[in-house]
């Protein structure tokens, strides 16, 4: 076998995003708080997790989001334990991915929006 997994991080999306595209994720935390896990990783670098829904406009529902966001900070916390990465080490795909709308506040975290 070759070196270790050496991920370094984790990558937000949320399913608007053209690369995502139905399945182009690692991980997919759907608005009813499953998990689904895509069968191999895509990137070598990043883990990628796509949390379902549209951030680009106001929740419809906050309740569902606040859940999922509670899911989404575990799966954080497991997949930075599982891999030995720091777990702040997460950043958002892009300036509209996810969504302005994205509640950042709800995980705790600080995040990296990527250099322009
Ligand atoms: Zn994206």
């Not at 670098?45 to 309740?63: K, N, Q, R, Y």
Request: proline letters at 7%.
């Amino acid at each position: 076998m070759g070196a270790a997994m050496g991920f370094v991080g984790i990558v937000l999306h949320d399913s608007a995003c053209p690369d995502i595209n139905g399945s182009g994720f690692d991980f997919l935390v759907c608005r009813d708080g499953t998990v689904i896990p895509s069968n191999q990783f895509r990137d070598d670098d990043h883990i990628h997790v796509c949390v379902e829904g549209d951030f680009s406009t106001l929740a419809d529902d906050p309740g569902v989001v606040r859940e999922q966001m509670f899911v989404l900070v575990k799966l954080m916390l497991r997949l930075s334990s599982a891999f030995e990465m720091d777990p702040g080490k997460v950043s958002a795909h892009g300036d509209d991915c996810p969504g302005e709308y994205f509640p950042w506040h709800e995980l705790k975290i600080r995040i990296d929006r990527p250099p322009h």
